[in-house]
């Protein structure tokens, strides 16, 4: 699926997005032009369910530079949560996540970006999928 994910960023979501946990209202990264170091990553949605701190909550993870696949990883949510510098237990309702991190230099070409988190009984949380380029320096 190709639908994009409202606000500003390169992100579509991966799957039927009504059937996700969260749902999400806008999702807006910055800086909007990827080229690597700091990255902030701000999300507001309704989630249908508490994730709890101690819920085998999970995520799969799958980056690729080009056609080469770098990362292929299934995490804990908590674990992931915690890279990004967020946090569980995430509460029922309204919800504004924002997570960041240092990605660090990042050579130029196409990434792809996939990220699909289920509850510990496999029902889906979210999936997204991101791809960008990212340019030489002008």
Known sequence: M????????PATYRNDPSKDLL???TADVSPDRLTGGHV???????LSETI?????AYV???LK???VRLVYDTRSLKDFMQQWGG??????????LTLSKDLGQLPPGHYTAVA?????????IFGISVETAIKPPQ
């Open 116 to 124: 699909e988190a289920f509850t510990s009984d496999d029902r889906p």
């Open 2 to 9: 190709s639908k994009p994910i409202p606000g500003t960023n």
């Open 60 to 62: 799969k993870v799958m």
């Open 87 to 96: 946090s569980l237990p995430l509460e029922k309702g309204d919800v504004t």
């Open 52 to 56: 709890s701190a101690d819920s085998d």
């Open 23 to 25: 749902q999400i209202k």
């Open 65 to 67: 530079y080009g056609l």
């Open 40 to 46: 902030e990553i701000k999300v507001v949605g309704t």
